[in-house]
């Protein structure tokens, strides 16, 4: 059965600082990886994905994302994080190019300091 | 373009009450989904719609849930009766194919409380 784990349950960071946000993933065949953000009282918002090609992922707002095989990682990273960027983020594996059930890690909540 | 919307947004009822949730597309997205999230987790999906066939409804209790996506635009999910344990967001997202990829949209979510 496929699954993803977010270890880090609040991360803190302070504004201007780099941010990289863990996600394992367990996934028999092709993984299909995903990134999305969630504000509160929002829906989910897509920040990248990984299908296959170049293992780094440029998303939207400044985030990318690195995706390692042997290690069955998809950590989400980002140089310089603003205020606006405090919200729930979480990591996703489907299969058959993304037309299946995500299967949704438990999510990371981030807090920025100024 | 309209994203995915739902409605109601909130809903509070008492537990063995029925409760229904309604969800519309993005237009031309054949694929649609709902997931429920608890609180401090992921969401999990209950059902998957291609057009008007339920694809995988594996994890839907069809005890109490139900769900219909007539003429394969607009759903509808059910809850008869309600039970404490569904207080939960229930989130309705549509999928696109774009060269071979699927990418999942998320609406706003139904945030359920049942007392």
């Known amino acids: 059965a496929q699954s993803v784990t977010q270890p880090d349950i609040h991360i803190t960071v302070s504004e201007g600082a780099s941010l990289e946000l863990r996600c394992n993933y367990s996934y028999g065949a092709t993984p299909y990886l995903f990134w999305y953000v969630q504000s509160p009282g929002q829906g989910l918002q897509l920040l990248l994905k990984?299908?296959?090609?170049?293992?780094l992922v440029q998303g939207i707002k400044g985030f990318e994302a690195e995706f390692k095989r042997s290690q069955s990682s998809f950590n989400l990273r980002k140089p310089s994080v603003h205020w606006s960027d405090a919200a729930e983020y979480f990591c996703?594996?489907?299969?058959?190019?993304?037309?299946?059930?995500?299967?949704f890690g438990t999510g990371t909540r981030l807090t920025i300091i100024p | 373009e309209a994203g995915v919307v739902q409605s109601p947004r909130y809903k509070i009822i008492e537990k063995k009450q029925p409760v229904a949730f309604w969800c519309n597309p993005i237009?031309?997205?054949?694929?649609l989904y709902w997931y429920r999230q608890n609180l401090g987790q992921g969401p999990e999906l209950l059902i998957r719609?291609?057009?008007?066939?339920?694809?995988?409804d594996s994890q839907l209790p069809k005890d109490r849930f139900s769900a219909e996506r007539l003429k394969g635009v607009d759903s509808t999910l059910k809850i008869q009766p309600a039970e404490l344990g569904d207080s939960a967001v229930y989130l309705c997202?549509?999928?696109?194919?774009?060269?071979?990829?699927?990418?999942?949209?998320f609406g706003p979510g139904t945030r359920l409380t049942v007392t």
């Open positions: 719609y291609e057009n008007e066939e339920a694809v995988d």
């Open positions: 996703a594996v489907a299969g058959n190019f993304g037309n299946e059930k995500l299967t």
């Open positions: 990984y299908f296959s090609g170049d293992t």
């Open positions: 237009s031309g997205h054949n694929t």
């Open positions: 997202a549509s999928s696109l194919v774009t060269a071979g990829e699927y990418e999942q949209y």
